[in-house]
């Protein structure tokens, strides 16, 4: 296909950070494959990196024996690649929100998916991974996944950061990160955004690893002032606006 190969970085015990840098969206494409006794996948990445996706999972075990591919939403680099991965990992399960599940998946996948409940676990033997719902941040069927031992939070299109960049970082990024939430997704609603925040927030997340740019470790609390702000700034224009029509 021409594309560069997956970048590979193992972010934490276990968890490994397969990225592919999209030229077309100016940042990486990232899939978190969780290598313990049920290996797990987070995201697909797009059908098109299909084969640079596999070779990296394929560096660190073998992709055939994935046991559950997690669609944090429905959307093309969330899942684009899921009948792929299907097709060749023929013991694989597609987990997915009840919405995204009910809504788009289950006409989707060639394989039934299992619809996950806000607060749910999802053991991969080892580590269990709390269902978080983040709903209209960005899409309206969205859940982050928090691991309830380490603290590691998959955050999905929260905390994106634009270009390519180090698989984990200490450095702030959070305004580059509000920039690119800005040019994907525009003005978010904010009182989604807020809860979300504030759940996440809760799990007093120690690493965050979010669906492009670096997984982000060090002083997360930039990143949740800056898409706060981000709120605020739509809270605000709206009184504005509101007032400029009386």
């Not at 100016?26 to 070779?55: K, M």
């Not at 055939?64 to 684009?80: K, N, R, W």
């Not at 991965?85 to 987990?95: K, R």
């Not at 009182?191 to 470790?217: F, K, W, Y």
Request: glycine share 6%; net charge negative.
């Amino acid at each position: 296909m021409g594309q560069k190969p997956a970048s590979v970085a193992e972010i934490a015990p276990e968890v490994y950070r397969v990225s592919v840098y999209h030229e077309p969206w100016r940042c990486t494409v990232n899939q978190y494959l969780v290598a313990d006794v049920e290996p797990t996948l987070i995201s697909t990445g797009l059908r098109e990196h299909f084969e640079e996706t596999w070779a990296g999972i394929a560096a660190v075990l073998d992709p055939t024996t994935l046991a559950q591919i997690v669609v944090p939403h429905f959307e093309s680099d969330e899942c684009g690649a899921l009948n792929e991965f299907l097709m060749q990992a023929p013991q694989a399960v597609p987990l997915a929100s009840m919405r995204t599940a009910l809504a788009s998946l289950s006409d989707f996948s060639d394989r039934p998916p299992r619809g996950l409940g806000d607060g749910e676990l999802v053991s991969t033997g080892r580590r269990h991974l709390r269902v978080i719902e983040i709903p209209y941040v960005h899409a309206w069927d969205g859940i982050a996944l928090a691991d309830e031992d380490t603290h590691l939070v998959f955050s999905t299109d929260l905390f994106i950061q634009p270009g390519p960049c180090d698989a984990v970082t200490k450095d702030d990024r959070s305004a580059l990160s509000v920039q690119l939430y800005r040019t994907f997704y525009g003005q978010p609603p904010p009182t989604h955004l807020e809860r979300a925040l504030d759940r996440i927030e809760a799990v007093e997340p120690t690493m965050l690893a979010p669906g492009h740019g670096s997984a982000l470790i060090g002083n997360l609390q930039p990143y949740f002032r800056a898409l706060r702000g981000l709120a605020g700034e739509v809270v605000a224009g709206r009184r504005t606006e509101l007032f400029a029509a009386r």
